[in-house]
């Protein structure tokens, strides 16, 4: 179009933490906020290599290859933890998960033949992460997702654009050891500080981008915890290394949900999800 049809508003940089991909046949969104929770996620998936087409004949049939991209994707497993557990410790935390977290994040068997995962939408009131995203979704900012149902996209994909849903999707989490940074705006570097939500620093950095470094006991990125936030740091390349978790749409609380474990069942839970 020549004249944009909306004006972006300012300071709406909102960080977004793709899900892993082996997640894809377990959830019925793909979305952390609910969005598309009808099913099939063809119309989504197919919108970035089908924007320059002009006709839906031509849409179509590019459409018909994801049928052999989702068939794909949901053939992905999850990557082992590559390292000892210890198996007791594990059991252990296995109990807790049972009490404390499978009611939203579902129950894990050993070949994954008899895991249960119920798909639950959280209300923001319950969840408390970062309210930013959920309100997107459903507020005044989502004339791009009215423009998808009413295009062919939206023909394949309902977007659930006249039911949204303000609140997050608890995940499925297996190998969730290896998808760090956590939550749906990547604020938590690593699992221990998910499960205790006042260690978690207001701002932190990467100490480096070596995808081979990672921290294998706290699960998750080595950082640096920092003492100021983006606006003292100086130039941009600076700015960009530093998580602050003061910008909109970047705060890190929320999930309180391990903070009344103590010190060993925390180990314990995380010793298991080195498992699942
Ligand atoms: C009331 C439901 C609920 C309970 C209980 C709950 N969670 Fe969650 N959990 C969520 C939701 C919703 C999210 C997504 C939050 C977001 O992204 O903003 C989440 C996110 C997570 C994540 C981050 C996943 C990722 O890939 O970023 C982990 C890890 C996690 N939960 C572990 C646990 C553990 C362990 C427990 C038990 C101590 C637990 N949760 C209890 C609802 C719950």
């Known amino acids: 179009m020549d004249e944009p049809i909306q004006e972006l508003p300012e300071d709406m940089m909102i ?41 839906t004949a031509e849409a179509t049939v590019i459409l018909d290859y994801f049928i052999d991209v989702v068939a794909y994707l949901e053939s992905i497993e999850p990557p082992q933890y590559p390292y000892p557990v210890d198996t ?44 930013v995203f959920a309100a997107y979704g459903a507020g005044e ?9 009413s295009s062919f996209f939206g023909t394949v994909t309902e977007l659930g654009v006249t039911e949204p849903f303000v609140g997050y999707v608890a995940p499925p989490l297996d190998s969730v050891w290896a998808s760090a940074p956590y939550f749906h705006n990547a604020s938590v570097p690593t699992l221990d500080l998910v499960l205790d939500s ?24 080595p950082y640096e915890v920092l003492d100021h936030g983006q606006d003292e ?17 970047h ?26």
């Open 15 to 55: 960080p977004a933490d793709p899900p892993p991909w082996w997640h894809s046949r377990k959830k019925a969104t793909q979305f952390a906020n609910g969005m598309s929770r009808g099913g099939d996620h063809r119309g989504t998936m197919i919108l970035a290599s089908s924007l320059c087409t002009d006709t």
């Open 88 to 131: 007791e410790l594990a059991a252990a935390g296995e109990e807790v998960f049972l009490c404390h977290c499978a009611g939203c994040h579902g129950s894990y068997s050993a070949d994954g033949e008899s895991d249960s995962y119920p798909n639950m939408l959280i209300p923001l009131e319950l969840i408390g992460t970062d309210p």
């Open 141 to 149: 900012f989502n004339y791009l997702e009215e423009w998808f149902e």
């Open 198 to 221: 006042g260690a978690r620093p207001t701002y932190w950095k990467r100490v480096d981008f070596d995808s081979t470094h990672y921290d294998w006991d706290a699960l998750g990125w």
């Open 233 to 249: 740091a100086g130039p941009l390349e600076q700015r960009n290394l530093i998580y602050d978790t003061t910008k909109p749409g």
């Open 251 to 276: 705060s890190n609380g929320g999930h309180p949900f391990g903070d009344a474990l103590t010190s060993e069942e925390r180990k314990a839970v995380l010793e298991y999800l080195k498992t699942i």
